[in-house]
């Protein structure tokens, strides 16, 4: 893995870990190129880590030094997790004998050439991987992934993330204080990056909260864009769009929407499965979110939720508003928690993992 940063492959790693440490026979070493660490549960996981820390982006002496690292361990399989580390794991793969599982399909791409550097790590690392995992069937389409040796396994949670929080009522007073009784919130969990559209939800925002006095927007993540999104923010807003930074713990936060956005810039970027969008339904919150790549595998139209044109800030707004007016609102975020149940639960991703170590070891 290039890093644990906050983010949705990083967190799916991280649960898979969790549940393979409970399973008697499998044993696991996870190498780092990047000493960031933004789940500190890891150190206590009792795992061996390795840290391999390139002084420069062509540094080849890293392929040498995993190469060591796996002829001591002598792993049945390299499980990558994002493009450069396939590219790295390669030569000890063919040399060692050792299976190649490249989990690198977590989006949709948008650009499909040669500029996009993950479009052609697929290129190049595709004809040595054994198997090619996509959390999505539409990312997996659009990186052109070979068919007989790719598969789907979407994002598993861990539900129990989801029990015992704090009363929502109270967390809502925390937020807003006095002002917490009788609102709507609408709320976003997603990095400020360009590669989220948090610029139309705020442009929606706008246009909804004067005539809506008891509507609230609750924005939450990091980046390198927070700081300039807020600015876009007028001082008679800012009691009504509540920026909470970035959480480690954000079902608690989730616990007190009303609808769980999630705004995609799809100019440049086309989702895979978004964590937040299993998140909202976790907690039986609909969805609103744009169309578009695995997307509209997790989001059906008046079942779950509502999808809406990239970057259509009056195709939000009719869909916060008709969520506002649906008195069966909670008919489509209990169905959403029936999908997680089914589809998102981790025990089921961790089963699917293994089923396909067992295929491509033949143990």
Known sequence: MNGLHPGGKERRMLELMKELKL???????????????????????DIKLHFLIR????????????YKLCKEFRPDIIH?????????????????????????????????????????????????????????????????????????????MDLARFTNLKTPSNIRKEIFGNDSDDIFIAGMVAAFEERKDYKTLIEAAMKLIPNNNKLRFVLVGGGSLLNEIKSTVPASFENKIIFLGKKIKV????????????????????????????????????????????????????QNGHLV???????????????????????????????VHTKFDLKIMTTQYIDFYQRITKK
């Open 23 to 45: 399973r008697k026979g499998i044993d696991f070493e996870l190498v780092l190129m990047n000493r960031e660490i933004n789940y500190p549960e890891i150190l206590k996981m």
């Open 55 to 66: 002084k420069s982006k062509k540094d080849l002496s890293i392929f040498r030094k995993f």
């Open 80 to 156: 990558c997790w994002d493009s450069m580390t396939v590219f790295y794991a390669i030569p000890a793969c063919k040399f060692l004998n050792i299976k190649l599982m490249n989990g690198m399909v977590v989006d949709t791409p948008v650009k499909k050439n040669i500029f996009n550097k993950n479009w052609l790590r697929a290129r190049l690392t595709f004809p040595f991987s054994d198997i090619i995992i996509g959390n999505s069937l539409a990312g997996l389409s659009a990186y052109k992934a070979p068919a007989r040796k790719s598969q789907c396994i979407y994002n598993g």
């Open 251 to 302: 079902e608690t936060i989730i616990n007190i929407f009303d609808v769980g956005v999630l705004l995609t810039n799809a100019k440049i970027h086309g989702e895979g499965i978004s964590n937040s969008i299993i998140e909202y339904m976790a907690l039986g919150k609909p969805v609103i979110a744009t169309k578009g790549g695995g997307t509209n595998e997790v989001v059906f139209e008046n």
């Open 309 to 339: 044109d990239a970057g259509s800030s009056d195709h939000l707004v009719e869909k916060i508003e008709a969520i506002m007016k649906d008195e069966n609102r909670e008919i489509l975020g209990e169905k959403g928690k029936q999908m």
